[in-house]
């Protein structure tokens, strides 16, 4: 299935990225005039370029070009990801993939506005997500057969702490980093007891997004739906992870406030919500119980550890390789010092008994 998506041998050049997008959709979309094409800049990530294009009588008819991030083929599995776009896209969970080439891909757009911090938190909004949630959770790969995979939690930050850098070649942030972070055999060190805590929890394992922060988040209001974009780290996790990962990022990214995270009583309605309808898709004919509720509040809570964690680490190295303008350096800091804050509140909560 994946071959049937074209590759080219074709670069990008970054400097040039309106020229090397027109290239892109003459290949995708022949059928357009290439010349006539309107551009618009996306400015809000920071792992890739993004730039859209499309005919001017149809703005929402737009193919989406991406341009990886420098080095970014370390810490992302770009085949993997392919293979994310296909499978959610069958499932109309995704735009369609219409071609990779050598640094980058070309997608289709979603209608709709990403989320802010406020639009996050609206009722109708986050029943959506939740459900939306349920629905992603709830596919299977056709090469999943019976097989238990490993959480991508733990493989993945193992993975990152391998390539992360245990120094800084500047003074300034080589003291940030020895000041805020000790050392790299201090987060592995770290990591070992808080996967320990992690294997123990009793959390189904399910098909993740695993990056559901606010941007990633489309809300169309004229069809009153919700779409997730970018599927980078899509893989197996705990389904705890993305819900997890998901109210951490009710805090932003460019201004952190994890006042915002949600309390108890918001995430028990959340979760009810999700449980509900993850139940009826993959077909568990019983009623959600507040046990229910409550274990899988308490394995979100968990998770939200390896969450702050996960991105903790992954900051480290692109704080080393990116070349965005943007501190990662600090978002590392950041995300370790909230991690350090709720450890002992999160890791004393127990499960209800099954």
Known sequence: MAASIPHYEFSVDTSKIQDGAREIIRRVKPAWDIHNLKFKHFTEGITNALVGGYQPDNKDDMVLVRIYGEKTELIIDRQAEKD???????????????????NGMAYGFVKGVPLDEKMVKDANIRTL?????????????????????????????????????DSF????????????????????????????????????????????????????????????????????????????????????????????????????????????????????????????????????NKCALGSHFFWGVWALIQAQNSKIDFDFLAYSVTRFKEYFRRRDEFLSLKEPQM
Not at 134 to 158: C, M, R, W
Request: proline share 4%; aromatic share 14%.
């Open 84 to 102: 994310t776009f296909i499978l959610l896209s069958g499932a109309g969970c995704s735009p369609p993939l219409y071609c990779t080439f050598t």
């Open 169 to 300: 070649p500047e003074q300034e942030r080589q003291k940030m980093f020895e000041s805020e972070l000790k050392s790299k055999a201090a987060i592995q060190e770290e990591f070992n007891m808080l996967k320990g805590h992690m294997e123990s929890l009793t959390c189904d394992v399910v098909f993740s997004h695993n990056d559901l922060l606010l941007q990633n988040i489309v809300f169309d209001s004229q069809s009153n739906r919700i779409g997730f974009i970018d599927y980078e780290y899509g893989f197996y996790n705990f389904q705890a992870f993305d819900i997890a990962n998901h109210f951490n990022e009710y805090a932003g990214v460019d201004e952190v406030d994890y006042s915002r995270f949600p309390d108890r009583d918001y995430q028990l309605s959340w979760i009810r919500i999700y449980l509900e309808e993850y139940y009826s898709l993959i077909g568990r004919h019983s009623t959600v119980r507040d046990t229910d509720v409550e274990r899988l509040y308490v394995q979100v």
């Open 129 to 165: 997500i939740a459900k939306e949630v349920a629905k992603l959770h709830s596919l299977k790969k056709s090469d999943e057969g019976s097989s238990n995979p490993v959480p991508y939690v733990f493989t993945k930050i193992q993975n990152f702490i391998n390539l992360a850098p």
